[in-house]
């Protein structure tokens, strides 16, 4: 069986759509910077673009997320593999996301973060896929909404491949 990936969101489109995204929070953000909160693994090629497009000295953390298993399916737990390097009480936090599906993974980390006692908690998803949607939850800076597809590239995976694509793409298999 072979696989290839047909593009859905183009390299340029995805450039435009940051530098956007940066502009916008930047603007927010003028008087005090946040600390963006990069949900790895899939957010890291978008965190590290978004963070360059944002004109403010802003904080990057990591933080490890997992609740997707080898294959397309949300296992419905979500599992925190590695916690963020500093607390983050008093700031305001900028969770950034890859994609937003059945809208868990997020609503857990807000729960979470609201534990301790940032002052704010915002959400930027690159993409957000609504009619997935388990819980929902407020996406403060979004990059587009697509349809219910799986998708891969731009830091998004299927089993560990294709998160070094420049675009966002749909696996087609023959
Ligand atoms: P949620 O908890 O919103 O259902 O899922 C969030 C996580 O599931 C994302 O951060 C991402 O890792 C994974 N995910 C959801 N939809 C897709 C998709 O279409 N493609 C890939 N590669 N991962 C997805």
């Not at 978004?50 to 403010?56: G, K, Q, S, V």
């Not at 990057?60 to 963020?84: A, C, H, K, P, W």
């Not at 979470?112 to 800076?141: E, G, I, M, N, W």
Request: hydrophobic content about 45%.
């Amino acid at each position: 069986m072979s696989e290839r990936i047909v593009t859905m969101i183009s390299k340029e489109e995805i450039d435009k759509r940051v530098h956007e995204l940066g502009a916008e929070i930047s603007d927010h953000y003028r008087a005090n910077p946040p600390v963006l909160v990069c949900v790895l693994k899939g957010s890291f090629v978008f965190a590290a673009d978004l963070a360059r497009a944002i004109d403010a000295p802003v904080r990057i953390d990591f933080l490890g997320m997992r609740s997707y298993g080898e294959g397309t399916e949300s296992s419905g737990v979500v599992q925190i593999t590695q916690d963020l390097s500093r607390p983050i009480a008093g700031e305001d936090v900028l969770i950034v996301e890859d994609i937003v599906d059945t809208g868990l993974t997020i609503a857990h980390l807000i729960d979470l973060f609201r534990t301790r006692a940032p002052r704010s908690v915002k959400v930027c998803a690159l993409l957000h896929k609504p009619a997935r949607a388990k819980v929902q939850v407020k996406v403060d800076y979004l990059g587009f909404t697509i349809e219910d597809r799986f998708v891969v590239g731009y830091g998004l995976d299927w089993a560990e491949k294709y998160r070094n694509l420049p675009y966002i793409g749909v696996v087609e298999r023959s």
